[in-house]
């Protein structure tokens, strides 16, 4: 390695950053929807305290943020179990908002294994995210039976995507084929 001190001068930037002018700005589009409106006025000036003068000049600036306290919502379902006579056994319906044999929701599930094969995020971390923000106890065990039993679901469907990306039409020629 080279010391900082020997290393040259980097060249200074030849031209000034930021868009040429009469370019039109590029920003972050405001929101559609607006939830809350709050006014901001001084009582008195901030620096000798003095009275202020009304004007009926002011600006807008919105915020977009995520409430403080997020609280997960624990619904419990009641299953009714009834007889068939005709099947001559018992039958129940299928609770359609979690996996079977699960005691988290699908969008607890996604957001979880979004974080984790999408974006990284170790599952130490996750079940820390889901304690301290959403204040939900989760085990890391418990994520990965879950995300077991999401890959059976989606199993299928990786299959097919699989099955249509070799059979595709868009293959060059010379390339070899693709084995999964």
Same mark, same amino acid.
């Given at each position: ?106 969008? &607890? ?20 995210? &889901? ?18 039993? &999401?890959?059976?679901? &989606? ?26």
């Amino acid at each position: 390695m080279v010391p900082i001190y020997t290393k040259p001068n980097t060249p200074r930037r030849r031209k000034k950053p930021g868009a040429r002018k009469g370019h039109p700005g590029h920003r972050r589009e405001k929101p559609e929807r607006i939830d809350q409106r709050k006014m901001h006025r001084l009582k008195r000036c901030p620096c000798c305290s003095g009275p202020l003068q009304r004007c009926e000049r002011k600006r807008t600036r919105v915020i977009e943020d995520i409430p403080i306290e997020i609280e997960p919502v624990v619904t419990e379902h009641t299953i009714w179990r009834d007889y068939c006579p005709k099947c001559k056994k018992h039958v129940e319906p299928i609770v359609p908002d979690a996996l079977p044999r699960a005691t988290i929701g699908h969008h &607890l599930i996604s957001l979880t294994a979004w974080l984790h094969y999408g974006l990284g995020v170790t599952i130490d971390q996750i079940v820390d995210i &889901l304690g301290y923000h959403l204040q939900t106890e989760l085990t890391p065990g418990g994520l990965i039976n879950a995300w077991q039993r &999401l890959s059976e679901i &989606l199993l299928a469907w990786y299959e097919q995507i699989v099955e249509e990306a070799k059979n595709s039409a868009y293959r060059t020629v010379g390339r070899p084929p693709i084995t999964w």
